[in-house]
């Protein structure tokens, strides 16, 4: 089992930034990937960025790229999401994911939400 808790969410006006961090527990050397995933109200899950946990090498979904830094610090076994120029649809519950071929461990989740 692998545990993750997230944190850092708020409150922020547009343009502003945000770093959120997820920190894991448990089996964490089973997991491959570690991603961030967000869900706004009404809409499905969508996915933002992954990072691999060794090699670190990093993915982004194009509503984020050049805005949103993946990055992980293994000696911690903790993940953040440094978030810059926000933007209103930015607002969402942001969860962290760890796994292999899929993602089967879900943090919490930590709301974000960025006014106009």
């Known amino acids: 089992q692998v545990q993750l808790v997230e944190s850092g969410g708020g409150l922020v006006q547009a343009g502003g930034s945000l770093r959120l961090s997820c920190a894991a527990s448990?089996?964490?050397?089973?997991?491959?990937?570690m991603a961030w995933f967000r869900q706004a109200p009404g809409k499905e899950r969508e996915f933002v960025a992954h990072i691999r946990w060794s090699g670190g090498s990093t993915y982004y979904a194009e509503s984020v790229k050049g805005r949103f830094t993946i990055s992980r610090d293994n000696a911690k076994n903790t993940m953040f999401l440094q978030m810059n120029s926000l933007k209103p649809e930015d607002t969402a519950v942001y969860y962290c994911a760890a796994g292999r071929a899929v993602y089967d461990y879900w943090g919490q989740g930590t709301q974000v939400t960025v006014s106009s």
């Open positions: 448990g089996r964490t050397f089973s997991s491959e990937y």
